[in-house]
């Protein structure tokens, strides 16, 4: 099994520079970078501060992050966790950090999509010129067009892509998702790629398609997010 570390995962995620500070999000959906990320596995731990928040601020979020223990079990909080937000504000966004199995199947019954047309049918929010930065794109259809995809999340120089997986409401629980998910990873694992899959503790729906696809935790990633502008 390939060994994958916190440090892999901030980097795969973020654009960070040797100060622990998060110039760019790695997200091809052009989302900005979290305030605060902390990436804690059972050996190790990771995190990055973004490059705007006040420097008195971001070196005493270094100075805690230093002294942040490795984890005795993936769902255990921050040992500083309200110091971090009394600092910083925001919203906790948190959630497992999975790799896919040494072996994984080789897909079945799914199509690479590369036209906006074919996903505007059912899914929304796409643009043209996201698509080669989330290529493959690997797709269950049905009637001619996408109702489940999953591509590449992250465009970086990092080994590693973060799967990203939409479904269309429709098509929900129909197995779908598993599938794509494992035919994607295989495709970037035959790049040459490491092929990674996140999600938030919240997210029952992704959290069942890493246990079918039986993914392996490695880490836990925590961050502060700034909250939405009203």
């Not at 040797?18 to 605060?36: N, P, V």
């Amino acid at each position: 099994m390939t060994t994958v570390t916190p440090d892999l995962q901030l980097r795969t995620l973020f654009v960070v520079d040797s100060d622990h500070r998060i110039t760019a999000s790695a997200d091809t959906s052009a989302r900005s970078a979290a305030l605060f990320t902390l990436i804690r596995g059972k050996s190790n731990v990771a995190w990055g501060v973004r490059d705007d928040v006040r420097t008195d601020i971001a070196g005493e979020l270094d100075r805690l992050a230093t002294d942040e223990p490795p984890l005795s079990d993936f769902q255990d909080p921050p040992l500083h966790a309200d110091k971090y937000q009394s600092l910083l504000g925001g919203e906790i966004s948190s959630g497992p950090a999975f790799i896919f199995p040494d072996e994984i199947p080789k897909p079945a019954d799914v199509e690479l999509v590369d036209r906006l047309e074919l996903l505007e049918r059912h899914f929304r929010g796409w643009i043209a010129e996201e698509i080669p930065g989330c290529s493959p794109i690997v797709a269950v259809v049905e009637r001619g067009y996408p109702v489940s995809v999953c591509f590449c999340a992250t465009k970086n120089s990092a080994p590693a892509v973060e799967a990203g997986l939409e479904t269309a409401p429709d098509y929900r629980r129909c197995g779908f998702a598993a599938r794509v998910t494992a035919a994607w990873a295989y495709a970037i694992r035959a790049s040459g790629l490491i092929p990674l899959y996140s999600t938030n503790w919240s997210n029952t729906a992704s959290l069942a398609v890493a246990r079918k696809l039986r993914l392996i935790q490695y880490a836990s990633d925590w961050s502060l997010v700034a909250k939405p502008q009203r």
